[in-house]
């Protein structure tokens, strides 16, 4: 559907562009990440104007930005890093299922939702967006040793989360998970094998093609978990993670070129994702429910999420509290993982429209808090283990 002005179709996509690509890097002196901006143009152009509501080359684009943004995050995961910090990082994933559950079962009684719907919603609501957080840490004043951390705890979590993802969503026969399994199993798999084809086969007549390569796999691949019905980015992250394992054979696959190029991609179509995500809310999503609902989310799970960071950091790492509570509040967006939930609750599951636009407030306001809580130089805390600490969690000895 042509967008409704006008104007020739031609203009209103420059004109789109602009606003996208402009606006949100205006807005952002003040604080607001570009991503929210984003959303915001879209609630504005589809509940305000009807512009570009289903249009299909808005929708084409969201797509690439979607997988481009976890393909980069698969782009991102070095198990070499989580091995070396085992203990704490499954710590960490121990306690976020353990919250997870408690969430889950929170949410059945006090909703009334059956539990794969409440199991997605304490999804929405614990689980970082790996993608986004890793995106926006240089705008952040964090020092290395809170970047690694903040990299690994995320990367972690978002591992379970989409395991948690697919089992849910796949759950409801015995057959269709083992279907989805099989289909999963069978494209890790492939992926390999079809690197190392590209690798010998055609990597030496065609130089310089391994971007196009792996953004075609990963939209391929994403397109197949679409059709499973767990979302395309289940795909494209499997196929990052796929590349940086292969790198050792194709390390142009996975350099530091090569998460530069994709996260560049990516830069340019994922505001067309938020974009499209606002362009599918309406006026009857936030009414006074879902805003009472959408404070209930932010009251009871922005500490719940903080403090089990802190505190863990604080019995495991002999860490000052303030330190993880500045590393908890840097995982706090949960943008793109509670947007794509927020799609398939409505639209899969019929949730209340309260559900669905407490959820969406929820994760516009978590994500505007570490612009505004963490862009001042970071403290200095001196306690008496210090040195001892700061040895231990250093990126150096860290590997």
């Known amino acids: 559907m042509p967008p409704a002005t006008s104007l020739p179709r031609e203009l209103d996509y420059v004109l789109l562009l602009f606003a996208l690509f402009v606006v949100p890097r205006i807005l952002q002196r003040y604080r607001l990440p570009t991503a929210v901006t984003s959303v915001t143009l879209g609630m504005v152009a589809g509940i305000g104007l009807g512009l570009f509501e289903q249009d299909r080359t808005v929708a084409l684009l969201a797509t ?20 070396r910090e085992a203990p704490v990082l499954i710590q960490h994933i121990a306690l976020g299922v353990a919250a997870l559950l408690a969430v889950a079962i929170a949410v059945h009684w006090a909703l009334d939702l059956a539990w794969r719907p409440a199991m997605l919603v304490a999804l929405a609501l614990l689980t970082p967006s790996t993608g986004f957080i890793l995106d926006s840490l240089a705008s952040l004043h ?86 499973l019905g767990v ?78 960071v802190a505190v863990h950091r604080r019995v495991a790492l002999k860490e000052a509290f303030p330190k993880g509570v500045r590393i908890g509040v ?22 209340q429209r309260s559900v669905f636009g407490g959820l969406i407030i929820y994760t516009l306001a978590n994500t505007l808090i570490p612009g505004f809580t963490l862009r001042l130089p970071a403290p200095e805390f001196h306690i008496a283990h210090t040195s001892e600490s700061e040895a231990s969690q250093s990126p150096q000895s860290s590997g």
């Open 64 to 83: 690439l930005g979607i997988v481009s943004l976890f393909l980069f995050a698969g782009l991102e995961v070095d198990f070499g890093e989580l091995r």
């Open 142 to 227: 964090l020092t290395d040793v809170e970047r690694f951390w903040i990299k690994s705890k995320a990367v972690a979590r978002e591992l379970v989360a989409l395991a948690v993802l697919f089992m849910t969503l796949q759950s409801t026969t015995l057959r269709g998970l083992s279907s989805s399994t099989l289909v999963l199993a069978a494209m890790v798999v492939f992926l390999p094998i079809a690197f190392r084809v590209f690798a010998v086969r055609i990597v030496p007549y065609a130089p310089k093609s391994e971007f196009a390569f792996l953004l075609m796999v990963a939209v391929l691949c994403a397109f197949v978990t679409r059709r």
């Open 231 to 308: 979302y395309y980015l289940v795909g494209a992250f499997i196929v990052g993670i796929a590349a940086q394992r292969f790198r050792e054979r194709l390390p142009g696959l996975a350099s530091e070129q090569m998460l530069h190029a994709v996260e560049v991609f990516a830069s340019f179509f994922v505001p067309f994702y938020f974009f499209n995500a606002g362009l599918h809310l309406r006026r009857d999503d936030f009414g006074s429910d879902a805003l009472l609902m959408g404070g209930a989310f932010l009251i009871t799970a922005i500490p719940l999420r903080i403090a089990l």
């Open 330 to 351: 840097a995982m706090l967006p949960t943008l793109v993982f509670t947007l794509v939930i927020a799609e398939i609750l409505r639209d899969q599951f019929a949730v």
